[in-house]
């Protein structure tokens, strides 16, 4: 089964690019995606732009109308992903509990739906 673990935190918590604690924070990322490619649990993941990047994109009476910026206005934002296919459910968590965002922000786990 595949599971999206997806990342949430305040742009405010956790190391900041340019700090003393940024690379180790990133090797960490690093670290985990490379345990999970030699378990065989890796599908894909990356970091998203910042939500200042952001383009919501809807269709009402056949107008395509963009409003810059996010869809909902929340304090935490998604940054990032990780698909990952694992057997159950607590493997899945045991996973996301080791992406490093987990220590100051939320990941969300959902089963995926696929299509054949």
Do not use: W
Not at 60 to 78: C, H, V
């Amino acid at each position: 089964m595949q599971y999206m673990c997806l990342i949430y935190s305040t742009p405010e918590s956790g190391p900041a690019p340019g700090t003393p604690e940024f690379g180790p924070y990133i090797q960490r990322y690093q670290e985990f995606t490379k345990m999970l490619q030699e378990k065989g649990a890796f599908v894909s993941g990356d970091a998203l732009q910042p939500v200042t990047t952001a383009t919501t994109v809807t269709r009402e009476n056949g107008s395509i109308e963009t409003t810059d910026g996010p869809f909902a206005e929340t304090k935490e934002q998604l940054g990032g992903y990780y698909l990952i296919d694992c057997e159950t459910l607590d493997d899945a968590i045991e996973h996301a509990a080791q992406i490093p965002t987990a220590e100051h922000g939320r990941i969300e786990i959902r089963p995926v739906v696929t299509f054949d």
